[in-house]
């Protein structure tokens, strides 16, 4: 999305971190293996990922550094993915959002109608858990 962005640094969330979310397609950051044919993008040094702790929406907006992040959509907020993030959206766009496992629900119906097919009885379910925000005007 951003790979001939220069300048361009990341605040990446505990649960990002966590997740492995922010490593996905990372062109940006080592390692690197030359002799595997993975070789570091031309634009690749002037990329800072940012991964410290326990910083606030707040912190992260007054960084004029920082041009995007990975941030964590709260449960029970709302069902504003942007008031979910906490991020003032006068300040944020949001590019994408991440959807990841939430929990297993167990069908009961199923089991009634199902019972020579017992996997139709756990349900996996996903909810929107990460978004990928960028400051507006960088």
């Known amino acids: 999305m951003y790979a001939d962005r220069h300048a361009v640094q990341v605040h990446i969330s505990n649960l990002a971190t966590q997740t492995g979310a922010s490593l996905f397609q990372q062109t940006h950051a080592p390692p690197y293996f030359p002799d595997l ?26 960084d004029r550094s920082i041009t995007h992040a990975i941030v964590e959509i709260q449960d029970g907020v709302g069902m504003n993915a942007w008031e979910a993030t ?10 994408a959002v991440i959807p990841a496992f939430e929990k297993w629900t ?15 009885v756990l349900e996996y379910v996903e909810g929107d858990n990460l978004a990928v925000l960028e400051r507006r005007g960088w």
């Open 37 to 62: 044919g993975v070789r570091p993008p031309p634009l690749a040094y002037d990329w800072v990922y940012n991964k410290t702790e326990d910083v606030s929406p707040t912190s992260i907006t007054t």
């Open 86 to 95: 906490g991020f003032p959206k006068s300040s944020w766009v949001m590019m």
């Open 106 to 120: 167990f069908n009961v119906g199923a089991l009634k109608l199902e019972l020579m097919k017992p996997w139709r």
